[in-house]
Every structure is written in structure tokens, then in C-alpha cells.
């Protein structure tokens, strides 16, 4: 549940962020969005942070550098692609976050899992995809894709929950600097005006610091592949939102593509409660942790 609820502050934020970047550039907006986030997240967890064990706070410090790489990469990919290939490319993390599982962590998937992993694909395809030619952009919204998956993937084994919320505000501390790095040569620019801020600050507080918080949490109790599967529900969110306060039409393709990516969640889900299952995926997080200092 605190996985689709972050799901869907994403996808709120998209014509959000449509109406920003055209007044602020990327980096920049970024930036301001993580100093907003990490110094919330800092003065309501500060015990938190403190009492982080500091093979805990390595593991923040690398899992915020790979979000903030991979945040970076999507929105230099996004100047170069559409907005619909670039959220197909995106959600290519659903496809790798299990090839890496089983490449990496010899972790053993069901074919019920697999099954979920297809039709999730699918179902982007269908919502997101209007034509696709692999160029630069595309490319680089790849790796960006790589670095989303490489980042569920470590959220999966190293976030435990006793330790979850103050890892989440060491990783945006490290977001805001990687962001903030590359929005310094030209100056950072401020946003403008009382809807610009108000528009800043929901997106830093909740699709940031909330979003951030829930991931780290929910990721110490599921593994790497059903939260990827889970998170994939983003775009459906998105359509609902664009739809609601966006000024857009309900399409065929919205219905089919999104009730695909659904069926993936529930595919997944059902498959990640058997028993038989249950056993021939990676344990949850927690139990990679017992015998953590």
C-alpha cells in the first residue's frame, strides 16, 4: 500500500513538472526539490540520522548517489526524446530489476513472476509508446533505467526497517548534492511566484520526502522484483491525474495499457503469497539482517 501511495504522488507530479521545467531549468529544479526534501526529512528524523549505524549510512550514501545519477540521466534523456518513449524507457527497471536479481544475486524467480515482468512491459508499451526509434536520448533514459533498477535492488537487500527513515534522509541529502553539482555552472535558478513554490513544495514534501521515506520502508519487507512490478503503476497514476486535472481524454489505450500493468501487480502479488513461491525468491530484507552489527 505505501508502495502504490508513492506510485501515485509520482504520476501526480508529471504536468506539474510539465508547467516548471518550462520556467526553471532541470538540474536546478531538482536541486531546490531535494535541499526542500532532505532538510524536512532532517528536522523530523534527526534522531534517526544520528543513530544510523554507519555500515547503514555507506549504503545511503551509495543508494543516493544512484538515484541521483539516474534522476539526472532521465531528464537530460527527456531533452532529447518524448515524454511517452521516455516513460516506456523508464519503465524498462520492471525488466531489469529481475535480470539483475537473477544475474547478480543468483536470486531464482517462478515463471508466475516472469509472467508479471511480460505483462507489465506490455501494458507501458501500450500506455506510453507512440513510435520509437532508438537515438541518443533513448540511450541515455536507458541508463537512467539501469540506475532505477540497480537502486530497488539495493533498497531490496540493504534497507532494513529499524533503520529505513534515516536512510531515506541521507539519500536526499546525496540526491541534493549530485542535482545540485550539475545545476551549479550556470547558477541556480529560484522559482518564481506562489504557484511555482506551491508546486515546489508538494513536490518536494510529498512526491520527495514522503515518496523517499515509503520506498526505503516498503523495500525492507518485499523484494527487489515485486516492488518494481508494483512501482510500474506510476504511468497508470499519471494517466488518472492528467486526465483529472490535466485536460486530457480517456483513450483505449490508457484502459488497455493500464489495465495490463494492473493485472501485473495482481499477478505478482498472488504469486509472491504462495507458499511454493515464497521459496524460490529472495528472503525479505529483514532476514538478510539478523546478523547486521
Known sequence: MLLLAVTAAWGSTFFLIRDLVVHIPSADFLAVRFLVAASAMTAVFHRHVRALPRRQLGFALVLGAVYGGAQLLQTIGLEHTSASVSGFVTGAYVVLTPLFAAAVLRERLSAATWGAVALATVGL???????????????????????????????????????????????????????????????????????????????????????????????????????????????????????????ESLTSRMLVGGSLVLAAMYVCELAGRRPDTLASVSPPAEALHHDAP
Do not use: C, D, K, N
Open 125 to 247: 508499451a501500450v500506455l506510453s509508446l507512440r513510435g520509437f526509434a532508438l537515438g541518443l536520448g533513448e540511450g541515455i533514459t536507458l541508463l537512467a533505467a539501469v540506475l532505477y533498477a540497480l537502486h530497488i535492488l539495493g533498497l531490496g537487500r540493504w534497507s532494513t526497517p529499524a533503520e529505513a527513515t534515516g536512510m531515506a534522509a541521507v539519500q536526499a541529502w546525496v540526491i541534493m548534492a549530485v542535482t545540485g553539482l550539475a545545476a551549479l555552472p550556470g547558477g541556480i535558478t529560484m522559482p518564481s511566484g506562489g504557484g511555482q513554490w506551491l508546486s515546489l513544495l508538494y513536490m518536494a514534501l510529498i512526491a520527495g520526502a514522503f515518496a523517499l521515506w515509503a520506498q526505503t520502508w516498503a523495500q525492507a519487507h518485499l523484494t527487489a522484483t515485486r516492488a518494481a512490478i508494483v512501482m510500474t503503476t506510476e504511468p497508470v497514476f499519471a494517466a488518472l491525474f492528467a486526465l483529472a486535472f490535466g485536460g
